[in-house]
């Protein structure tokens, strides 16, 4: 069994918002133990952030904290831009066992011996992980997990803090540090569904890759890549081209197998350059030919359509497994920047999974699985929800 609670604080004092929103998580987890804490917080608590292992053990019982500190965070109440806040979520479970880290180097010894010493084909894996967006850490990780084939989907968000500064925190146990990595590796019988939503909108039409030069298209379907382009955009009105301020992106299809691929099933990526005298578009990601690609317009009507879509398809597909907790990871360049409202995103979630403890927070970059390969993503809300098997 898997029981979770919520619970969070605006409180001034670091001591007391802790004591708050632990307390509130434990009472809501109807539980007097925990074995794992997530806590995430914002900037202003940093010179009292030492005070929070303490706050956590004495009330959860729990010594397996990770977390990071957030310019913005985020529970299933409300998305607390702007305020001071402390997110905390507690689990306890006999379901999965956690191995929580805290990588200060540049590489991924400690990480990568949990992997290979905890990870089975007889058992499911989700790696949480709050890096500092300068850490290399996931990248390595990321590189690794699709060398070896594991199966370990890679969700977090990269930490945020002080806007002028860049300084962010990562903690994990009774360490604080900073331009570091944190997180937790679960395993165990339990079950996880993801979803991303990267803020684009499709126009024209999808696309096989017939011709490619390195990471240069050469030819959709037989044609000249920017000719496919240029007809694309023929469809495009000028409100849309307006909201999106001009800017075009190339979603690229993960899963070779999926000929039909539907929102959520894109890689977003920039097209970095045009070459007028080839003929071809440059991708910031390593392409194929045989790929299945289209084009992406960013703009606040495409985010709102997509968190939509992306949530109902979740809602759908975990009616077998009701979740018992779920995490949401938001990118910075969300929010009421994009939308001109506050919780959007969490409201829109709410609707489907209106009980459900959440938490997470507005990070510099996102990273999350799509078509079962991890990828770091931007401009993107990573949803993931825990359940039993």
Not at 126 to 147: E, G, S, Y
Not at 214 to 239: R, V
Not at 330 to 343: A, M, P, Q, V
Request: aromatic share 8%.
């Amino acid at each position: 069994m898997i029981r979770a609670g919520v619970g969070y604080s605006h409180n001034n004092s670091t001591v007391e918002a802790i004591e708050q929103a632990v307390t509130t998580a434990m009472s809501n987890a109807k539980i007097a133990k925990a074995d794992l804490v997530f806590v995430f917080a914002t900037i202003n608590y940093a010179s009292e952030y030492q005070q929070i292992f303490k706050g956590v053990k004495d009330i959860s019982g729990s010594d397996c904290l990770v977390g990071c500190s957030g310019m913005s965070i985020l529970t299933s109440a409300g998305e607390f831009e702007g305020q001071s806040a402390i997110g905390v979520l507690v689990v306890r479970s006999d379901q999965f066992s956690t191995h929580p880290f805290l990588e200060t180097k540049n590489d991924i010894s400690s990480i990568s011996t949990i992997i290979d010493n905890h990870v089975s084909t007889k058992e499911n894996s989700i790696l949480t992980i709050f890096p500092d967006v300068r850490n290399t850490v996931p990248k390595q990780l990321i590189q690794k997990i699709k060398a070896q084939q594991f199966t370990v989907p890679i969700v977090g968000a990269a930490a945020s803090g002080n806007p002028i500064t860049g300084q962010a925190h990562q903690w994990c146990r009774e360490k604080m540090v900073e331009s570091s990595a944190s997180g937790a590796l679960l395993t165990g019988s339990f079950h996880i569904e993801v979803g991303v939503a990267q803020g684009c909108q499709p126009f024209g039409k999808a696309s096989e890759i017939t011709r490619v030069d390195g990471n240069k298209i050469l030819e959709l379907n037989e044609i000249p890549a920017l000719e496919a382009l240029q007809k694309s955009l023929e469809l495009l009105t000028e409100e849309d081209i307006r909201r999106s301020g001009g800017m075009v992106f190339l979603g690229m299809a993960m899963d070779n197998s999926n000929q039909s691929p539907e929102i959520g099933d894109y890689l977003i990526r920039n097209i970095v350059s045009i070459d007028r005298d080839s003929s071809s578009i440059e991708s910031a990601e390593h392409i194929t030919e045989g790929q299945i690609v289209r084009f992406h317009l960013r703009t606040p009507y495409a985010a709102r359509q997509e968190i939509q879509t992306i949530i109902n398809r979740m809602s759908k597909s975990t009616q077998q497994h009701p979740p018992a907790f779920g995490l949401y990871f938001n990118c910075l360049g969300r929010g009421t920047g994009l939308y001109g409202e506050k919780n959007y995103d969490i409201e829109i979630i709410k609707t489907k999974f209106p009980d459900l403890p959440i938490i997470g927070f507005f990070g510099n970059a996102e990273y999350a699985p799509i078509s079962n390969q991890n990828f770091m993503h931007a401009y993107t809300g990573a949803f993931v929800t825990c359940s039993e098997e």
